[in-house]
């Protein structure tokens, strides 16, 4: 539970106060109206005491709420957040007008961060190697994002022609290793310019 405020049990401090002097009045007077007056005192003390014991446990309660519901829509995000930690639009309905709306402003964001930081590496460039290594990674990034926002899968893809290229230049170069040593089928030939 929460710490009640500093002055938030003044009311009721003043309450018992009052009853304490009715109570003080009526025992030395012994008249139906101070015995009254005390009574109903006591009624407003019992009645503050309850609300104020009412509010705080309502606002710890509300506090616990707070926190749960953000506790929860924090594992959900975490849980429904890319594991690349890329940009992806909030709409999964692709095909509607405003996911397209969305996703076309968001590309021109990028677009324009991208520009801005080509006029920062074409400003820095030679003066300051760290502002351009940030300015290039930035671009770099949001580069990354934005394909993402078009093709979701754009980094699978280009993982598996990255190992088709390689495997391309590996035998492009195991070719040339074999032609240059001789090994391969065809002798080679040629004229030697000096």
Same mark, same amino acid.
């Given at each position: /539970?929460?710490?009640?405020?500093k002055f ?5 401090i003043?309450?018992a106060?009052? #009853?304490l002097v009715? $109570?003080? #009045?009526?025992?030395n007077?012994s ?9 109903? @005192?006591?009624?407003?003390l019992?009645?503050?005491? #309850?609300?104020?014991?009412?509010? !705080?446990?309502?606002?710890? #309660?509300? @506090?616990? *709420?707070?926190? $749960?519901?953000?506790?929860? /829509?924090? *594992? ?7 594991a690349?930690?890329?940009t992806?639009?909030?709409?999964q ?5 405003? @996911?397209?709306?969305a ?5 021109d !964001?990028?677009f324009? =961060?991208?520009?801005? *930081?080509?006029g920062?590496?074409?400003?820095? $460039?030679?003066?300051?190697?760290? %502002?351009? +290594?940030?300015? $290039?990674?930035t671009?770099? =990034?949001?580069a @990354?994002?934005?394909?993402? /926002?078009?093709n979701?899968?754009?980094? +699978?893809?280009?993982?598996? %022609?990255?190992? +088709? %290229?390689?495997?391309?230049?590996a ?12 090994e391969?089928?065809e002798?080679v ?6």
């Amino acid at each position: /539970m929460s710490k009640p405020g500093k002055f938030s049990g003044l009311g009721t401090i003043v309450l018992a106060i009052v #009853f304490l002097v009715a $109570l003080v #009045f009526a025992a030395n007077n012994s008249t139906v109206l101070g015995w009254v007056i005390a009574v109903i @005192a006591f009624g407003w003390l019992l009645l503050s005491t #309850f609300v104020y014991i009412g509010v !705080h446990k309502a606002a710890a #309660f509300g @506090a616990r *709420q707070v926190a $749960l519901a953000q506790a929860q /829509m924090a *594992q959900q995000n975490s849980a429904n957040a890319p594991a690349d930690g890329g940009t992806h639009l909030v709409s999964q309905d692709s095909g509607s007008r405003s @996911a397209e709306k969305a996703r076309d402003l968001k590309l021109d !964001h990028s677009f324009k =961060i991208i520009n801005v *930081q080509i006029g920062v590496v074409n400003e820095y $460039l030679g003066k300051d190697p760290e %502002m351009v +290594a940030r300015a $290039l990674e930035t671009i770099n =990034i949001t580069a @990354a994002n934005g394909r993402g /926002m078009i093709n979701p899968n754009w980094e +699978a893809q280009e993982a598996k %022609m990255d190992a +088709a %290229m390689d495997k391309k230049n590996a035998e492009r170069a195991a070719a040339r290793e074999s032609a240059f040593t001789g090994e391969g089928d065809e002798p080679v030939s040629g004229v030697i310019i000096d």
